[in-house]
């Protein structure tokens, strides 16, 4: 695809430069140099987006059965 891209002057200057030290087009090395950026970006993005874990915390020995529904209505109706 053709495109017109507007680059900083030493953009330019370091891309050219690259470009004669590689014997590689302008073009070639734009590509690469760009799809080598998206592909780093999307890799942290990708970290980034891990899922969260929540820390455990240890809150200590339970004061009473919560499992046992009978008792803990009793105790909030004591409450």
Known sequence: MRTT???DDEVAAQLSHRAKREGRSMSR???ELIRDAIRSRRQNET???A???PP???T???LMDV????EVLDVLDGA
């Open 5 to 7: 891209l507007n680059l």
């Open 56 to 58: 455990v915390i240890d």
């Open 67 to 70: 499992t046992d529904v009978a």
């Open 51 to 53: 899922p969260y874990v």
């Open 29 to 31: 090395v734009a590509n």
């Open 60 to 62: 200590g020995r339970p």
């Open 47 to 49: 970290e980034a987006l």
